[in-house]
């Protein structure tokens, strides 16, 4: 079997870590990297220009997911972040995680329980533009809502048989890397979970492990791993169009003459005009309805006073009424 163990770092992210294992493996160490100053006693270094120059993180993920035409030779792969350092041979690791029955083995990831909260978490955490993880999030939630309930597991430690069946599932995860957040643990399980490819959940622990131990960090430059902190959107294609804009503008103005600009101020003169005019019949409308409505409250206070007059008046009438009747009956 044909073995080769491969890590990628570029924009230098992490600092390459030594690999003491590969003294006692017959496996080839291979790290890609667009460092030409990069040089290491375990590893072979193979330089490479990053896919997208803008976009170190995507342009690590083409070597990861979908690797190199240099690992075609090789029956086995094993893909580890540049911070992971291996505890166990790669002979040991391929025999033990790689089963006859299966195609690519990997680690359940350790501390989170569903995909969902990957998403939660790289938000919150900034890794990615908010509306790109929301968006992948609503999709998968109509068309995979099964994605989002498994269990994520962890792409740090890949082990993987060279196989047109593992080449196509990670053709369909990069597509999801592409398409949506470059945070390729949200998608991981996608391709795992609705293609047929055969693989298993070793149950190891993400940090350490007989087999390897992680994160082994040294000078990471942090903020590469970040989502950009100005807003995303094309700004360049909207400073584009205001270009496009202003030199229309200024061609329109340029044809316009003497005549037709003073056309368009007599028409704005009779707008203006007519605009006085309406708003002086309506000055005059609005004291008309003031002045009625003002007499109509005058008549309806004069009729309540009279309405009151006329009650008294009955009350009084009845009162006399009733005292001439008194008067005589006493006679």
Same mark, same amino acid.
């Given at each position: 079997?044909?073995? &080769? ?25 291979? &790290?890609?990297? +667009?460092?030409? +100053?990069?040089?290491? !006693? ?32 090789? +029956?086995?792969?094993? &893909?580890?972040?540049?911070?992971? !350092? ?123 492990? !007989? ?35 202003i030199r229309e503008l200024e061609a329109e103005v340029a044809r316009l003459s003497a005549e037709p600009v003073q056309e368009l101020r007599e028409t704005i003169d009779h707008f203006s005009r ?20 003002? !007499? ?36």
């Amino acid at each position: 079997m044909k073995l &080769c163990v491969y890590t990628v770092s570029l924009g230098g992210y992490d600092r390459l870590l030594e690999q003491p294992v590969a003294n006692a493996s017959e496996a080839d160490f291979i &790290c890609f990297t +667009d460092d030409p +100053d990069l040089t290491s !006693e375990t590893w072979e270094i193979v330089h490479v220009t990053p896919r997208f120059p803008q976009d170190l993180h995507r342009s690590s993920r083409v070597f990861k997911i979908l690797g190199d035409e240099r690992l075609a030779p090789y +029956d086995v792969t094993i &893909c580890v972040d540049a911070s992971v !350092e291996l505890r166990a041979t790669p002979e040991r690791i391929a025999a033990d995680w790689l089963t006859p029955e299966v195609d690519l083995a990997l680690a359940p990831h350790s501390f989170r329980e569903k995909v969902i909260d990957e998403f939660d978490e790289v938000v919150r955490l900034k890794y990615d533009d908010p509306a790109r993880v929301y968006e992948q999030l609503n999709d998968y939630a109509l068309s995979y809502p099964e994605v989002l309930g498994a269990q994520p597991h962890w792409g740090g430690f890949l082990v993987r048989r060279n196989t047109p069946a593992v080449a196509d599932a990670m053709r369909l995860w990069f597509d999801q890397v592409l398409r949506y957040s470059r945070r390729d643990q949200l998608s991981l399980m996608m391709p795992l979970t609705v293609t047929g490819l055969r693989w298993r959940a070793v149950d190891v622990d993400n940090f350490e492990s !007989e087999y390897h131990r992680w994160p082994v960090i040294g000078e990471r430059k942090v903020a590469l791993g970040k989502a950009r902190s100005q807003p995303y959107g094309p700004m360049l294609a909207e400073l584009r169009r205001n270009e496009r804009r202003i030199r229309e503008l200024e061609a329109e103005v340029a044809r316009l003459s003497a005549e037709p600009v003073q056309e368009l101020r007599e028409t704005i003169d009779h707008f203006s005009r007519e605009l006085a005019a309406s708003t002086e019949v309506n000055r005059q409308l609005e004291a008309r309805v003031m002045s009625v409505q003002r !007499e109509v409250w005058e008549r309806d206070v004069m009729l309540r006073e009279a309405d009151s007059i006329a009650g008294s008046a009955k009350t009084l009438r009845r009162n006399v009424v009733r005292r001439i009747r008194s008067t005589l009956q006493r006679r």
